[in-house]
């Protein structure tokens, strides 16, 4: 390549002693009791396509400071993107002037010290892909898409950054971080047919663009002209999307106040929390681990802790729920310093062993517009979207029209009929990614899919 | 281990990358220095970058500067839980070379990064060409020379102090408390975003917006049961802290506390079908899902396929004309005009003035929303209403590290002839349920089939409100359930509503967005028991 690889001079992201040298500088003009400072940065690379062309793509660049400061129990934060002295001062000029406005916030928690965080190398990613590498991939799905008669839309990006942070107790963490992920929906130009493929990795070269387009092209090609199918309670087969889609639900529900307070599932009739409760099939583990092997996790929280491995589900028992430092003081436990990392355990079924081993049952790809309906059940509502199919006798038979289902994550993990391996998936809705979450497919009884969608 | 000298060398190396075109925000966070269309700084930045990008070889390139301060405070019962103060300010450049698009951006503001970043935006498109079947055009615009506008806000919120905001947020949540509410949260949220953007067709645009959002929530307990009353009446709006004031929180307060404690008492629906009476502060975010979003152009068109969806309105020969949205009363306007709307602008985010134009007509489909690029999809239309194929000027980016693209304008139902309100059709209705409020709410990426909930549901008997239901949510399909409407408000009853964040794209990018209704009726619509689909 001739071309220069990055956009931009200097590079995509501020280095440790940059991020240092800047957190130093507003540090240094702090007068609050108590001051913390977060510095991140990044560049960040995406091209779209559609109607098999690219559509639009964008690079950009840049660095955001934020202050928080403390006088005594008032608190308050400030953030510009804006480097210079003059502007530093005065972000730590506004975040003091708002803090001493603020009211006493009986529940602040003091800054910690020095933290010693475990040692992990960097990424090797240092720059975003150029715009000729990722016209490259795009083709990789287009042409053949066009080849088949079909119109393939996606998108994909790329990031590089750094984020670290730094207060006047001595504490400093620094972590530079990469990440790509990309998705494509290839539809039939009758707009009959829809599928979907998508991934997330730890870095771009990690990214298979033609495998992705193929597995969109079948799916796509086999979906065309569904039927409607009663809508009901149903044996489903979902793929390790839609797992995700189910389960990252309940990790969004597992704060411990709300549980303490009676206003969650995980509130036990009569007071207190469920922890000790069996609450799903006792094959269900779920865990965050910042070191696990296949989802770098940050290593320390934005308050500085540093991130340990957390169980939350052991054999279907709930251990763990998410306490911050000042609830978890007040309750006499440990504060939860979880990751953005998210494994499910799984079984040895594959998708096709579980399809040969239903005899009327649906095939479900991913899940759309997932909304909470109810939070004392973790019920939440949503449809199915590119690629659903009725399983018969064992096989699949045809294509399906979407359905919305009525559904609780904590209700299908109890219904599990089998498992298989875990693996990483892009389950944003958006398709930018996100933390890694490693997830198997499930087959499940009794899913609830409540009415038919025409939608394709 | 890194030393003092270290960290002096790495401070140079961050601003020698080029001479500094200086900070034209001089005193940043509390009272930046206002952008005008005479400033020199924002003109020098503006012509340096597209005389990079004309020079790189671009037909055609826009620059935006951005500075977009946010303001949240946040607090929970009798404590602030959060006071945040941001800003970004940034640049970026759009460029069409040989009809491919390619954008950069950055927030390093120095002349040597604003030509580098321009001319990566260049290179960028042409790298695009490779993957390019046919080329990408905009509709005719002419320069609208220099410009500037600004939302019609009374009392700038970043100029009003903490103290006061924090002092109506604890006074409302001290009520909410007094009146039964277990747990109180309430919010405000204000954005000011000044946008220059100048383009090579000769238009230098400078704009103020600002936005404010006071918000609440009261949740009540009971015996295992919870349940939450959100402020939905007061909706955000681009207007100043004026708004907030006009919200009345403390004087609210209590109602919202009472209605909550009133839901854990409320009978859970039985499901059925119902005459639905819905509220303007409901029906706007079915408004939102149903009509403003199928009727995006770039959705119709397969754009938008990989995330927000595609439309059933498409492709547009088979519904432009001819396809019934409602009943003849049903007449839906796509506007940037309304004043202290969402999405009120001067211009869009590439030089367009917005105009208002029907969506839904006499109850048929008229239009979709258009940007200069879209506009020309749909030629064959406007040449035979005798219209000029111009864009409705839906161009938007959230920042200015974001490329422009389509996004909603104000959809509005129009209000009817006859003057009613949400009392005379409650009256007129037998059997139902009047829904007010927004609650949880799922449509399908074609934006047939959707759910909706609310914050409070009434029963409504022989004409009367006789008590409240609880765990209510409607399913229906978008063409049936407003065929289905046989009622509507008059203009007295018309209210307008509306959303800080509506995501759309990738990377997705948030926008803010006004819906105005009056009360409507629907005839039996399918009503589910959202505490029993367990």
């Known amino acids: 390549m001739s071309k220069p690889r990055s956009l931009y001079a200097p590079a995509g992201f501020l280095s440790r002693e940059e991020s240092e040298a800047i957190a130093r500088r507003a540090l240094a003009s702090a007068k609050a009791d108590e001051t913390r400072v977060i510095v991140s940065s990044g560049a960040r690379a995406n091209t779209r396509f559609a109607d098999n062309q690219v559509s639009t793509s964008g690079d950009n660049y840049d660095a955001t400071i934020t202050v928080r400061s403390v006088f005594g129990k008032r608190v308050a934060n400030a953030s510009t993107n804006k480097l210079d002295d003059a502007s530093l001062a005065a972000l730590v000029a506004t975040s003091e002037a708002l803090a001493r406005l603020a009211p006493e916030d009986p529940e602040l928690m003091p800054e910690l010290g020095p933290q010693t965080y475990a040692a992990r190398p960097d990424p090797a990613q240092r720059e975003t892909p150029t715009p000729e590498q990722r016209a490259a991939a795009v083709r990789a799905v287009t042409e053949p898409a066009r080849a088949a008669g079909l119109v393939s839309t996606g998108y994909m990006q790329s990031n590089v950054g750094s984020f670290a942070i730094a207060n006047n107790k001595g504490l400093f963490a620094y972590a530079r971080g990469a990440s790509a992920a990309m998705s494509t929906t290839v539809r039939t130009p009758d707009g009959t047919g829809s599928g979907w493929a998508g991934s997330a990795h730890e870095e771009w070269k990690d990214l298979n663009a033609a495998t992705l387009g193929a597995r969109a092209i079948d799916k796509a090609v086999r979906s065309r002209n569904p039927v409607a199918v009663e809508p009901g309670r149903y044996t489903v087969i979902l ?191 958006g398709g930018e990614g996100g933390g890694a979450v490693i997830v198997p497919p499930i087959k499940a009884r009794d899913f609830n899919f409540t009415s038919l969608s025409d939608a394709v | 281990m890194t030393t003092r000298r270290d960290f002096v060398k790495t401070l140079s190396a961050i601003t020698v990358g080029g001479t500094l075109i200086g900070d034209p925000f001089a005193n940043l966070v509390g009272q930046p220095r206002k952008p005008r269309v005479g400033d020199p700084l924002f003109r020098e930045l503006a012509m340096v970058a597209l005389d990079a990008a004309r020079g790189a070889g671009a037909q055609y390139a826009d620059v935006r500067i951005s500075n977009r301060q946010s303001q949240g405070i946040s607090t929970r019962e009798r404590r602030v839980q959060g006071l945040q103060s941001s800003e970004t300010f940034g640049f970026g450049v759009r460029a069409l070379v040989d009809g491919a698009w390619g ?34 055009q905009l509709a005719p615009a002419t320069s609208v020379g220099d410009v500037e506008w600004s939302s019609p806000a009374r009392i700038d919120p970043f100029t009003v102090s903490i103290d006061d905001k924090v002092g109506l947020l604890l006074a409302a949540n001290e009520e909410a408390l007094k009146a039964g509410g277990r747990f109180v949260t309430s919010n405000m949220q204000f954005v000011k975003d000044e946008k220059t953007l100048a383009t090579t067709d000769g238009s230098f645009i400078v704009q103020t917006f600002i936005r404010s959002q006071p918000s609440m929530t009261v949740t009540a307990v009971k015996d295992g049961d919870f349940q939450t009353r959100d402020s939905t009446e007061i909706q955000p709006m681009g207007r100043g802290y004026e708004h907030v004031l006009d919200g009345k929180l403390v004087e609210t307060a209590p109602m919202w506390a009472s209605e909550a404690v009133q839901k854990l008492s409320a009978k859970p629906v039985e499901v059925g079908r119902y005459d639905l009476v819905l509220h303007p502060s409901h029906l706007m975010l079915t408004i939102h899902e149903s009509i403003g979003h199928p009727t995006e152009l770039d959705r119709a068109m397969g754009y938008e396929a990989n995330f927000a969806g595609t439309s059933f309105i498409a492709p547009p020969a088979d519904f432009l004309g001819k396809f019934r949205y409602g009943p003849d009363f049903m007449n839906v306007q796509g506007d940037r005009s309304q004043e202290g709307s969402l999405a009120q602008c001067g211009w869009d985010d590439e030089g367009v003035k917005p105009d208002d134009f029907l969506i839904v007509k006499n109850g048929i489909f008229n239009d979709y929303q258009t940007t200069r690029e879209q506009a020309l999809w749909l030629d064959w239309w406007y040449k035979r209403n005798g219209e000029p194929t111009r864009s409705h000027g839906c161009s938007f980016a959230e920042s200015w590290s974001d490329v422009q693209f389509q996004r909603m304008p104000n959809v509005s139902l129009m209000p009817g002839e006859q003057d009613l309100t949400w009392d005379d059709l409650v009256a007129a209705t037998d059997r139902g349920i009047g829904i007010k409020g927004r609650g949880s709410f799922s449509i399908d990426q074609q934006r047939y089939n959707a759910q909706f909930g609310g914050q409070v549901f009434y029963e409504i008997r022989g004409g009367k409100i006789v008590g409240m239901l609880k765990d209510v949510a409607y399913q229906m399909r978008t063409p049936e359930f407003w065929n289905a409407m046989d009622m509507i408000g008059g203009k007295r009853d018309y209210q307008l509503g509306g959303t800080f964040n509506d995501g759309k794209g990738q990377p997705s990018q948030s926008n803010a967005v006004s819906h105005g209704c009056p009360t409507t009726r629907h005839k039996q619509i399918n009503v589910i028991n959202t505490g029993r689909s367990q």
């Open chain 1, 239 to 429: 793929e390790p999307t839609a797992v995700a889609n189910l389960v990252q639900l309940i990790v969004g529900s597992l704060n411990a106040r709300s549980a303490d307070e009676g206003r969650s599932f995980f509130s036990k009739p009569g007071g207190g929390t469920k922890i000790g409760t069996k609450v799903v099939d006792e094959r269900v583990t779920i865990v965050s681990d910042p070191m696990d092997p296949e989802g770098r996790g940050g290593l320390f929280t934005g308050e500085g802790l540093p991130t340990q491995r957390i169980v939350w589900v052991e054999n279907g028992v709930i251990k763990n729920l998410q306490y911050d430092r000042f609830w978890a003081q007040k309750q006499g436990v440990s504060p939860t310093a979880g990751s953005n990392v998210l494994r499910m355990s799984g079984g040895d079924s594959s998708v096709e062993q579980m399809i040969a081993s239903t005899e009327r049952g649906i095939l479900v790809t991913r899940l759309w517009y997932i909304r909470g309906v109810d939070p004392r059940t973790i019920l939440f509502t949503g449809l199915t979207r590119d690629g659903t199919f009725l399983v018969e006798n064992g096989r699949i038979t045809k294509a399906i029209k979407n359905f919305r289902w009525n559904e609780s994550p904590i209700f299908m993990l109890n219904n599990i009929e089998a498992m298989g391996k875990p693996m990483r998936v892009n389950s944003s809705e």
């Open chain 2, 103 to 136: 954008f950069a951006a950055s927030s390093r503001l120095t002349r040597d990064e604003v030509a580098t970043v321009s001319r990566a935006a260049v290179s960028q498109a042409r790298a695009n060409k490779a993957a390019q079947l046919r080329p990408h």
